[in-house]
């Protein structure tokens, strides 16, 4: 059975820092492309960070610079490093692996930017 599991997250204030990290099991860990996706209330899905199984990264242009995805094939984990965080950052955060037709969400994680 395939579990993507996200902990990490959590309430912050403005310009503060978060680390998601998202635990993976049932799956060849190292062989899957890895992403976060992000939905605010009332808005769609969307992507956040990517890293490759060669660990090239990309990101979306509202994070650059802030944002920082990691991967540990050794822990099955892969982590999104948040600083500076802005209340538009407010969103559930969800992990994602994908290798061609498997693909798997976690169940996400809150996190929310306010003062």
């Known amino acids: 059975q395939v579990q993507l599991v996200e902990s990490g997250g959590g309430l912050v204030q403005p310009g503060g820092s978060l680390r998601l990290s998202c635990a993976a099991s049932?799956?060849?860990?190292?062989?899957?492309?890895l992403r976060w996706y992000r939905q605010a209330p009332g808005k769609q899905r969307e992507l956040v960070a990517t890293?490759?199984?060669?660990?090239?990264?990309n990101y979306a242009d509202s994070v650059i610079g802030r944002f920082t995805i990691s991967r540990d094939n050794a822990k099955n984990t892969v982590e999104l490093q948040m600083n500076s965080l802005k209340p538009e950052d407010t969103a559930v955060y969800y992990c994602y692996a994908i290798l061609a037709t498997r693909r798997y969400w976690g169940q996400g994680t809150q996190v929310t930017v306010s003062s």
């Open positions: 890293i490759a199984t060669g660990s090239r990264t």
């Open positions: 049932g799956i060849i860990f190292r062989l899957y492309d």
